[in-house]
């Protein structure tokens, strides 16, 4: 018998997944930029460009591929976690004092 995951539960594990994924990729690079004296927008230009390249397997089946909803729900899982994670990062890079 074949089973399908609901779309939420798709949808919330891919987010917590890429939130967790990025956000500790973000204060690991911040920590690093800081020790390096990296400038701390360049830090964040390339986590959007990380994000970007993390989203882009399924925008592409999305734009390829119109009727793949299984592509859809899980690209929209991603983007809501990288959004979440390169927003909240930084706060948390600035309460360890990386920022």
Do not use: N
């Amino acid at each position: 018998m074949w089973h399908v995951l609901p779309d939420e539960y798709v949808r919330a594990q891919l987010a917590v997944g890429s939130l967790v994924a990025l956000g500790v990729a973000r204060v690991v690079a911040a920590g690093v930029g800081a020790q390096h004296g990296w400038r701390i927008s360049v830090v964040t230009r390339w986590f959007i460009g990380a994000a970007a390249l993390f989203c882009l397997p399924q925008l592409l089946d999305v734009i390829c591929f119109a009727d793949s909803h299984a592509a859809l729900v899980e690209l929209q899982g991603k983007v809501i976690g990288c959004a979440v994670a390169l927003f909240c990062a930084p706060i948390v890079s600035h309460k360890l004092g990386y920022e």
